[in-house]
């Protein structure tokens, strides 16, 4: 090993700035088990405190990348634009942007991971229609992407290692709340996908990890900066989660929804913040000159059919049922469900996101561990959302498993999430900022 851990952890400690040569060799050596645990976390704990400017952050980026494979998309023609969501409670806007963005003629060449949280991640949701497929060949991906337009699958374990050992230690270390060491975990995964563009949705509120929009500005900015500096056009939208996103958390259900959406018959906010990030995506694919342009042609793919006609395509070719976009019969059924009901008349004023989500994970629909199996047709509707009215007695959101006491303990769990008020509220803003324009 060619660097002295106690030198650079003291150096780190008294402020100093790391040289390219000290990142380099600490990741690289982490991630070989040479450097332990201990001496690992003094040095996170130093960095969280004295943090590190972007030269350093850009080269803990680049270390990261390079500890593990790296996809060539070469082989796809046209410009490639990767989406990603810092997470939330009922995102599932990849599942109707992407459809949007291939109508319009980007190509999406996507891999994404599996959740761990609140549900499963966009993975576990496509695997709730019967018989897709998460797992293609890379010459398979390669021509699915070229003829068809569009390849949903997931991510290699082999992306950024590095990434995913210290993400594990900072997790135990009260380490993860700095902004270069999440902007550079994300990256690290997104530089290495390969793709030519990154659009980062950036969420903010009671449902997200960065609470207030301020930090999440900073955290877009510190992330377009790392993208730019690596040579990808890269853009972050910032996006409100002090509620759930449309109406449906879990699996099945999120893909029912995104259906709904790509049919015209969606809940107003997921329609609204897919078809404004579509956009984006057919701008920074140079599909259109402007993003509003961009915005337009979503517009047009959607009302035209266009877009779930992809949909249709994307699961034909990996092998899913496609007649669950006219029978959602055929998505796995839920055989409890328990009501949270309304204690009192008036408006809800606020929604604790963060309980929502947990209470959904509990119904199954969520991982708490990475081994455990999600129940696809588990999850939450929300019947009631920030500035409607209630009856007393009126159901609020429905709560389903395939394990009743599951499906009660969830439901009793989210009965303190809805605050309601005689005055009507005003719904939060949705789309807040974006950056890199």
């Known amino acids: 090993m060619n660097i002295n851990m106690n030198d650079i952890i003291v150096k780190k400690r008294d402020g100093g700035k790391l040289t390219e040569r ?123 992407v070229n003829e068809a337009g569009i390849a949903l699958i997931g991510q290699s374990g082999h992306i950024a290692p590095a990434d995913k050992k210290l993400y594990a230690l900072r997790d135990v270390t009260g380490t993860v709340e700095n902004l270069s060491l999440i902007a550079s975990s994300i990256m690290s995964k997104k530089l290495a996908a390969g793709s030519d563009a990154i659009l980062l949705d950036v969420k903010c509120g009671s449902g997200a990890f960065m609470k207030d929009q301020k930090a999440a500005e900073e955290l877009g900015e510190i992330m377009c900066r790392i993208g730019t500096a690596a040579g990808k056009k890269t853009a972050a939208c910032i996006t409100d989660m002090n509620q759930p996103l449309g109406r449906a958390v879990g699996n099945s259900l999120e893909v029912i929804e995104a259906i709904d959406t790509l049919k015209g018959e969606g809940p107003a906010d997921i329609t609204e913040l897919s078809l404004h990030l579509a956009g984006i995506m057919i701008y920074l694919g140079g599909r259109a000159k402007t993003a509003s342009a961009g915005r337009s042609l979503a517009e047009h793919a959607v009302a035209s059919g266009a877009a779930l006609a992809r949909l249709r395509t994307l699961i034909e070719r990996q092998g899913g049922d496609p ?88 439901a009793d769990m989210a009965r303190a999430a809805f605050s309601i008020t005689l005055e009507k509220q005003t719904a939060p803003v949705l789309i807040k900022s974006t950056i890199g324009l």
Do not use: W
Not at 64 to 84: C, E
Not at 328 to 337: D, M, N, T, W
Not at 395 to 406: C, I, W
């Open 22 to 144: 000290e990142i380099r060799e600490f990741v690289k050596e982490y991630t070989l088990g040479n450097i332990p645990d201990y001496q690992a976390s003094a040095l996170l704990m130093a960095i969280f405190f004295r943090h590190m400017d972007d030269e350093e952050t850009f080269t803990l980026t680049d270390a990261m990348r390079a500890s593990g494979d790296n996809v060539d998309l070469s082989a796809i023609k046209g410009i490639k634009v990767d989406k990603h969501s810092t997470g939330g409670v009922g995102d599932k806007v990849t599942l109707v942007a992407a459809p949007i963005a291939s109508a319009c003629g980007v190509p999406v060449a996507k891999m994404s991971g599996r959740g761990l949280g609140f549900t499963g991640g966009t993975i576990d949701k496509l695997e709730s229609i019967p018989g897709f497929r998460t797992t293609l060949e890379p010459a398979e991906f390669f021509t699915q």
């Open 323 to 410: 007649d669950v976009i006219d029978d959602y019969s055929l998505f796995p059924q839920a055989k409890f469900e328990e009501k949270v009901l309304a204690e009192s008349a008036g408006f809800v004023a606020a929604i604790d996101t963060q309980l929502i989500g947990a209470a959904s994970q509990h119904t199954g629909a969520g991982r708490a561990t990475k081994e455990d199996t999600i129940d696809h047709a588990a999850g939450v509707t929300v019947e009631k959302k920030i500035g409607e009215r209630v009856t007393r007695g009126q159901t609020l959101a429905v709560f389903r498993s395939n394990d009743k006491k599951k499906a009660k303990a969830a």
